[in-house]
């Protein structure tokens, strides 16, 4: 079970949901902006880790107060949803 997106507004990239504890958000990449990056702003809690959900890869990233990017890694041309686990320090329920 999860929770959906906790933002005001959906990522131009995707879409956001949590789980049912509110400690793990799954980032749906859904549009892969051409830059490769992708982004959370006003995040008000601190990521611990990001890793791919389909191979468990970890994947680095970059927080500055309220905000929040990654570079996103190679993605299959044929996938639809490229969903990365991105945990954090406390539940933001």
């Not at 049912?20 to 959370?40: A, W």
Request: glycine fraction near 8%; aromatic fraction near 6%; hydrophobic fraction near 35%.
């Amino acid at each position: 079970m999860t929770h959906p997106n906790p933002f005001n507004e959906r990522p131009e990239w995707g879409d956001v949901c949590m789980n049912k504890e509110g400690n793990v958000l799954y980032l749906h990449v859904l549009h892969m902006p051409e830059t490769g990056h992708i982004s959370l702003e006003k995040l008000p809690v601190r990521v611990t880790s990001v890793n791919r959900l389909d191979n468990g890869q970890g994947i680095d990233f970059e927080q500055k107060g309220g905000s929040f990017n990654i570079s996103c890694p190679g993605r299959s041309k044929d996938a639809l949803d490229m969903v990365l686990k991105v945990e954090i320090d406390k539940p933001m329920l």
